[in-house]
């Protein structure tokens, strides 16, 4: 896959076409899983003890709290009405954070709420603020080289988070005339040991963001030659603000809030800049579409598996992209860095081939995610029933399945599979095994369970929908893609198997081991 015409050609401006199966084995000769040394990551059992005492309680105090019910946006307006974005991704409580705003409105409020369980209701209202005057900014700028959409707003206003729990927020930007967008701002957690670990994606939300006309999939003509090649965080989101986050993480939040395992905060930028927060945890989330990482990213997590955390992937496509982050304004995470099938024309190419931003299993530095996720994306569009294979695994307790038994729609619209070739952990075991037929070849969605030395259990899902079925069938799954109540009780009750097992500690300490089964499952061929 070392040649100038990739994937992203064959299906522009969406990315995730079925990938040739003799060109991907081809990028995966060779490739391994680099191993990593578990003293890096503290694993020493003083460090990866139960989280203080006092975390637990404070948690349980939260949830316990009443919600707002009615924290959702009800009219977006025009996109002019009201945007904004804040000058950090993520801030630790306390922290001061700046908010820049554009609203043709005379004035705006902005409301904080805090995602969770908190009754059913999905949020609480943690702080508001007065009246801010309103005005209409600048145009943003368009950096040429990269085609990088810039806004550039002046600071607004600025708001301290002091007594602001630890969390996932959404701040809604209520303009005077009623329209409302949000801004997604995550309160992140500076030590997870004991606890289980939920990592945020805004390199994906970002990567995926059309505002100002530009992504890194097309440009505003919808042309991938066009596309960005580095998109700017100083930007508002498109759409609602948060629709990324909305769709494939808010479902999940929710559901590991309601369980009431100690839980702790970050997002994939702040784990590049400082793994710190997985040290000592028992496990790391990756939510429902996390395709961007950098190498930096992509190595602390692997540490912290090899060092004991457990991990568990909700979605599929994850860590597809090598990213790099750049700076932007004062600060040194501002960018987000992906060339893509352009990778010749990256700086950082051929001198640091670590660093080109290109897919993680393409040249230079080819390095397969199956080699830490023990699956491989491999094709866009789809949709087709969920069927589970290994009926009797831990994860499907309580799920009253048999084997062969389907749900309808659950895998799409892209998907993972165990390919034979690609490099994967062992002992690995497939719990999942569902046909489909991706641009009009048959293959296989699969999930995958496996165990690392450590004693670490990693679970993935293989599919997309796999946290938008955590509400299907109910008013809040509004992109449920025909998933029923019978769908959601099945992913629920398997999400909560998981979450409750990865929340005790190394999985291989306490559930049964995987069954090696990939030979067999695919016995008949390739497909």
């Given at each position: 896959?070392?040649?100038?015409?990739?994937?992203?050609?064959?299906?522009?401006?969406?990315?995730?076409?079925?990938?040739?199966?003799?060109?991907?084995?081809?990028?995966?000769?060779?490739?391994?899983?680099?191993?990593?040394?578990?003293?890096?990551?503290?694993?020493?059992?003083?460090?990866?003890?139960?989280?203080?005492?006092?975390?637990?309680?404070?948690?349980?105090?939260?949830?316990?709290?009443?919600?707002?019910?009615?924290?959702?946006?009800?009219?977006?307006?025009?996109?002019?009405?009201?945007?904004?974005?804040?000058?950090?991704?993520?801030?630790?409580?306390?922290?001061?954070?700046?908010?820049?705003?554009?609203?043709?409105?005379?004035?705006?409020?902005?409301?904080?709420?805090?995602?969770?369980?908190?009754?059913?209701?999905?949020?609480?209202?943690?702080?508001?603020?007065?009246?801010?005057?309103?005005?209409?900014?600048?145009?943003?700028?368009?950096?040429?080289?990269?085609?990088?959409?810039?806004?550039?707003?002046?600071?607004?206003?600025?708001?301290?988070?002091?007594?602001?729990?630890?969390?996932?927020?959404?701040?809604?930007?209520?303009?005077?005339?009623?329209?409302?967008?949000?801004?997604?701002?995550?309160?992140?957690?500076?030590?997870?040991?004991?606890?289980t670990v939920l990592m945020h994606a805004p390199a994906t939300w970002q990567a995926y963001n059309r505002w100002g006309g530009?992504?890194?999939?097309?440009?505003?003509?919808?042309?991938?030659?066009?596309?960005?090649?580095?998109?700017?965080?100083?930007?508002?989101?498109?759409?609602?603000?948060?629709?990324?986050?909305?769709?494939?993480?808010?479902?999940?939040?929710?559901?590991?809030?309601?369980?009431?395992?100690?839980?702790?905060?970050?997002?994939?930028?702040?784990?590049?800049?400082?793994?710190?927060?997985?040290?000592?945890?028992?496990?790391?989330?990756?939510?429902?579409?996390?395709?961007?990482?950098?190498?930096?990213?992509?190595?602390?997590?692997?540490?912290?598996?090899?060092?004991?955390?457990?991990?568990?992937?909700?979605?599929?496509?994850?860590?597809?992209?090598?990213?790099?982050?750049?700076?932007?304004?004062?600060?040194?995470?501002?960018?987000?860095?992906?060339?893509?099938?352009?990778?010749?024309?990256?700086?950082?190419?051929?001198?640091?081939?670590?660093?080109?931003?290109?897919?993680?299993?393409?040249?230079?530095?080819?390095?397969?995610?199956?080699?830490?996720?023990?699956?491989?994306?491999?094709?866009?569009?789809?949709?087709?029933?969920?069927?589970?294979?290994?009926?009797?695994?831990?994860?499907?307790?309580?799920?009253?399945?048999?084997?062969?038994?389907?749900?309808?729609?659950?895998?799409?619209?892209?998907?993972?599979?165990?390919?034979?070739?690609?490099?994967?952990?062992?002992?690995?075991?497939?719990?999942?095994?569902?046909?489909?037929?991706?641009?009009?070849?048959?293959?296989?969605?699969?999930?995958?369970?496996?165990?690392?030395?450590?004693?670490?259990?990693?679970?993935?899902?293989?599919?997309?929908?796999?946290?938008?079925?955590?509400?299907?069938?109910?008013?809040?799954?509004?992109?449920?893609?025909?998933?029923?109540?019978?769908?959601?009780?099945?992913?629920?009750?398997?999400?909560?198997?998981?979450?409750?097992?990865?929340?005790?500690?190394?999985?291989?300490?306490?559930?049964?081991?995987?069954?090696?089964?990939?030979?067999?499952?695919?016995?008949?061929?390739?497909?």
């Open positions: 896959m070392g040649g100038d015409v990739g994937l992203d050609e064959r299906e522009a401006p969406r990315h995730g076409a079925g990938l040739p199966r003799r060109s991907f084995l081809g990028a995966c000769a060779g490739a391994g899983l680099a191993s990593a040394a578990a003293a890096a990551c503290d694993p020493s059992p003083s460090a990866r003890g139960r989280p203080r005492a006092d975390v637990p309680r404070r948690q349980d105090a939260e949830r316990e709290r009443p919600g707002t019910p009615d924290w959702r946006i009800r009219s977006r307006g025009p996109a002019t009405a009201v945007a904004g974005y804040t000058d950090r991704v993520s801030v630790t409580p306390g922290e001061e954070c700046g908010l820049h705003v554009s609203t043709t409105a005379p004035a705006f409020r902005v409301s904080a709420f805090r995602v969770g369980w908190y009754g059913g209701t999905g949020a609480r209202l943690v702080w508001s603020s007065g009246r801010i005057p309103g005005r209409v900014q600048p145009e943003p700028r368009l950096l040429s080289g990269t085609r990088t959409v810039r806004a550039d707003w002046p600071r607004t206003t600025s708001f301290g988070t002091a007594g602001w729990p630890e969390g996932a927020y959404l701040l809604r930007l209520d303009a005077e005339g009623g329209h409302q967008r949000y801004v997604p701002l995550i309160v992140r957690s500076t030590r997870g040991a004991g606890r530009h992504s890194l999939y097309a440009g505003p003509s919808g042309a991938y030659a066009d596309r960005s090649l580095a998109v700017s965080f100083d930007r508002p989101y498109d759409s609602s603000g948060a629709e990324k986050f909305l769709v494939y993480e808010w479902a999940a939040v929710v559901l590991a809030e309601r369980l009431g395992i100690p839980l702790a905060y970050t997002t994939g930028t702040d784990v590049h800049l400082d793994p710190a927060v997985l040290r000592g945890a028992s496990a790391v989330v990756c939510l429902g579409h996390d395709e961007y990482w950098t190498p930096e990213q992509r190595r602390h997590v692997t540490l912290a598996r090899d060092a004991g955390a457990n991990v568990a992937f909700l979605g599929a496509n994850t860590c597809f992209r090598r990213v790099r982050l750049e700076p932007g304004g004062e600060r040194p995470d501002r960018t987000v860095v992906c060339y893509k099938s352009s990778f010749r024309a990256d700086p950082c190419y051929p001198a640091r081939p670590a660093q080109v931003t290109t897919d993680f299993r393409r040249s230079p530095a080819a390095d397969p995610e199956s080699s830490m996720t023990g699956v491989l994306y491999e094709g866009y569009p789809v949709d087709a029933p969920y069927v589970v294979h290994a009926a009797d695994h831990w994860v499907y307790e309580g799920t009253g399945v048999r084997p062969g038994d389907g749900f309808g729609h659950l895998v799409g619209v892209e998907y993972d599979r165990v390919t034979p070739g690609a490099p994967v952990p062992e002992p690995l075991e497939i719990t999942a095994h569902s046909p489909l037929v991706c641009n009009g070849r048959r293959s296989h969605s699969d999930s995958a369970y496996y165990t690392a030395g450590s004693g670490a259990g990693v679970f993935a899902t293989g599919t997309m929908r796999w946290v938008e079925a955590l509400t299907a069938g109910t008013p809040a799954g509004g992109r449920d893609h025909g998933m029923d109540a019978r769908t959601r009780a099945f992913v629920t009750r398997t999400t909560e198997n998981v979450l409750r097992a990865f929340a005790r500690g190394p999985a291989a300490r306490h559930r049964p081991a995987p069954r090696p089964n990939a030979e067999e499952v695919y016995r008949g061929g390739p497909a």
